[in-house]
C-alpha cells in the first residue's frame, strides 16, 4: 500500500521558514517523480515544486520559485519541502503526491 504522511507545519510570522516532511511507504521516493502541492482557502489545488527520477532535477512554480526547496532523503524514504521567505499569500494545506496519490496534508499559515 501506498502511504504518503506530511507533517512540518504550523504558524509562522512574514519572512519565516518551514521545513515539511512527507514520509513515504509502499514505495521508494527515489524510485519516482514526486511532487508538492497545496490548497489555500477556498480556493483549489496549486502545484508548487517537483522532483524527478534518476537525478534529472527538479522544477517550481512562479509562486514559490526562488523560495521552496523540494529535496529527498532516499535513506529515510523521506521527501522534503524547505520554505524560505514565507509570505502570508503561502498559507495553505500542504500535501506530497506520488503521480495521482496524494497523502494527508499538513497546514501550514503564515500571519503576524
Known amino acids: 500500500d501506498v502511504q504518503l504522511q506530511a507533517s512540518g507545519g504550523g504558524l509562522v510570522q512574514p519572512g519565516g521558514s518551514l521545513r515539511l516532511s512527507c514520509a513515504a511507504s509502499?514505495?521508494?521516493?527515489?524510485?519516482?517523480?514526486m511532487s508538492w502541492v497545496r490548497q489555500a482557502p477556498g480556493k483549489g489545488f496549486e502545484g508548487i515544486a517537483n522532483?524527478?527520477?534518476?537525478?534529472?532535477?527538479?522544477s517550481y512554480s512562479d509562486s514559490v520559485k526562488g523560495r521552496f526547496t523540494i529535496s529527498r532523503d532516499n535513506a529515510k524514504n523521506t521527501l522534503y519541502l524547505q520554505m524560505d521567505n514565507l509570505k502570508p499569500e503561502d498559507t495553505a494545506i500542504y500535501y506530497c503526491m506520488k503521480g495521482v496519490t496524494r497523502g494527508q496534508g499538513t497546514q501550514v499559515t503564515v500571519s503576524s
Open positions: 509502499g514505495f521508494t521516493v527515489s524510485a519516482v517523480p
Open positions: 522532483i524527478y527520477s534518476g537525478d534529472i532535477g527538479t
